[in-house]
């Protein structure tokens, strides 16, 4: 294996960028090493929008090869939810030997320390960065979000997340000293002397199981978590969203390989159309470390049943949102019709409830009753999308045949405050793309308790629906809200008012129940969105999620410190 990186070239390249992180996770500042802007790429190595989108052109209907052991055949079905067949046929591996590969891997790279690791993982962020105009063009067709999220979202704001946990795993390996020199003083005795070494070691290989919706972005941080902390890592993409993490894999096998090690440390396990692959490599014994995004359903049976693994999983929540007051009734207006539009709804973060009291809430336009907040609101979203172009550029397309299914049954649970429409995509015809859903029920205690409840609100419906749930008073929604977030979690808060009261007990239920707050956002930052190495995305405190990113305890546990004792 020619070794083309040195690791003291790699130390020189990047560990500028990993000390600027180190400092940047401490204070929490904005910083990014990774442009947002389109118009930054195309110099110093990294493909113009023109070379980005002829490499993702050149993708399509071709045969991915990773050159990986164990492949006994090929595989692939993505359909574009803008309508374009992929294509690609991806290596379907023999897991009984592609994983002794994997675990052959680790002794090398566990020696190799954690600063190696470290900067080798920023050397493949680096390269990814590099092609960020292709990536988002595979973000895009595999999700159905609409190119410039695809590009940010996909491109540097997953990059950011990936090197946020590098970050912090390496924090943690770095805390205990590679070695010590130990003496216990014993009087008229010579000392107690011993000369002890420490190592973080990796538990095994890593499965990261892939969603459909953000397939760089929520597969970026435990994929290199694990990395970072000596796992080997196994990337089992959702069947509709192979590409980006097939290209994310190929990356990262060569650099792998131009450092010197094995590049068997990533591996892709695509899978056969109905195959189910997670379930038999979530409980194969060589996995210790599962990173997970999707359904609570699959989500709980990974923590029941992969006993002998770290599971790590990010699934549904009831997001909420508590309108009581507000001194910027527009600004309030503009930013939730924004939350509520953005990508069609389909983000964990996006907004579902909002919880009104039914004789209105104060403003500095005037008291506005329940009514007219709902229909204001509902005016604000049809305002932002009443062009058919802004629309398409900020709904992008839904996912999968499940998002529109939900979205034509929401107006079944009550009245329609704002139905959705059917939006044309010129470039695109054969892309589903849909307005939101704003449907309003009521709140009242007598119906939350009901079975009829659990069937709306109380339920994750993920997509383009809202609910607007007329409430008793500020303080019903708080209790609405702390029961919401306790029995089904929440990925976010968000509050609406002008009274300390209701804000501290706002603060309060998330303080007590685990989740993240949001409090009168009237401008361009939203509750559905997160800056990596400043925001923590979830809170592994609630039923949404069991881990946040990105945190000590999201790396902490994906190594072990053995300790090493001789004589002096």
């Known amino acids: 294996m020619a070794v083309e990186l040195t690791a003291q070239q790699l130390i020189e390249k990047h560990r500028p960028t990993l000390d ?12 990014s090493p990774h442009p947002e802007h389109p118009k930054a790429y195309g110099e110093n190595g990294s493909l113009s929008a023109a070379d980005g989108k002829a490499a993702f052109d050149a993708l399509l209907g071709t045969r991915f090869d990773l050159d990986q052991p164990g492949t006994d055949g090929w595989t692939g079905s993505e359909v574009s939810p803008y309508g374009i ?85 390496y924090v943690e390996q770095v805390r205990t000293p590679d070695a010590a020199d130990w003496s216990k003083p014993q009087g008229k005795r010579d000392p107690l002397t011993l ?74 396990a695509a899978e056969q159309p109905g195959e189910g692959i ?17 359904s609570t359903a699959f989500g709980d049976w990974l923590e029941t049943h992969a006993r002998q693994a770290q599971v790590y999983t990010e699934k549904a929540g009831v997001n909420t949102v508590v309108i009581d007051s507000t001194d910027n009734y527009d600004g309030m207006l503009a930013n939730l019709a924004f939350s509520l539009s953005l990508y069609s709804g389909q983000m964990c973060t996006t907004p579902q409830n909002l919880l009104i009291p039914r004789d209105g809430i104060t403003t500095d336009a005037g008291p506005k009753t329940y009514d007219a907040v709902v229909s204001d609101l509902a005016g604000a979203v049809s305002a932002l999308l009443g062009d058919d172009a802004r629309a398409n550029a900020l709904l992008g397309a839904l996912v999968n045949p499940d998002v529109r299914g939900r979205l034509d049954a929401a107006p079944g649970f009550g009245e329609v405050a704002l139905p959705s429409r059917t939006v044309a995509n010129a470039e695109f015809p054969d892309a589903v793309v849909r307005t939101p859903v704003i449907v309003k029920l009521d ?16 339920s994750e419906c993920f997509g383009p629906v809202s609910f607007a749930v007329a409430v ?94 001789r004589e002096a």
């Open 20 to 31: 600027q992180a180190l400092e940047t996770i401490r204070t929490r500042a904005y910083w």
């Open 278 to 294: 997670a379930k038999t490599l979530a409980v194969r014994p060589e996995i210790k470390v599962i990173d997970y995004t999707g």
């Open 195 to 268: 000369r002890k070494e420490f190592t973080p070691v990796p538990r095994g290989i890593a499965l990261l199981i892939g969603c459909n919706t953000f397939p760089t972005w929520n597969g970026y941080p435990g994929l290199f978590a694990s990395l970072a902390t000596g796992n080997p890592v196994l990337v089992k993409p959702h069947p509709r969203a192979v590409l980006p993490l097939a290209l994310t894999v190929q990356v990262a096998r060569e650099v792998l390989a131009e450092a010197g090690f094995d590049p068997n440390l990533v591996a892709l």
């Open 85 to 169: 067949e992929l294509g690609v046929q991806y290596p379907h591996a023999d897991i009984d030997t592609l994983l002794p590969a994997m675990r052959a891997a680790m002794p090398a790279w566990r020696d190799a320390g954690a600063e190696v690791r470290a900067v080798t993982c920023l050397e493949i962020l680096a390269r990814i960065s590099a092609r960020t105009h292709e990536f988002a063009h595979t973000v895009m067709h595999t999700s159905g979000q609409a190119f410039m999220m695809a590009f940010q979202a996909g491109g540097p704001h997953a990059q950011d997340r990936g090197l946020e946990a590098v970050t912090y795993a």
């Open 472 to 565: 008793d008073s500020a303080a019903d929604a708080v209790e609405l809200l702390r029961r919401t977030v306790r029995d089904k979690g929440a990925m976010t808060v968000g509050a609406y008012t002008t009274s300390e009261e209701t804000e501290r007990a706002v603060e309060e239920v998330c303080f007590d129940e685990c989740a993240q707050l949001s409090l009168n956002l009237t401008g361009g930052v939203y509750v559905n969105q997160t800056a990596a190495f400043s925001d923590f995305h979830g809170s592994g405190g609630n039923p949404a999620a069991n881990a946040a990113l990105c945190d000590g305890a999201f790396v902490a546990n994906r190594f072990r410190v053995v300790e090493v004792r």
């Open 443 to 458: 709140g009242a205690r007598k119906f939350w308790e009901s079975a009829d409840a659990e069937a709306a609100y109380l």
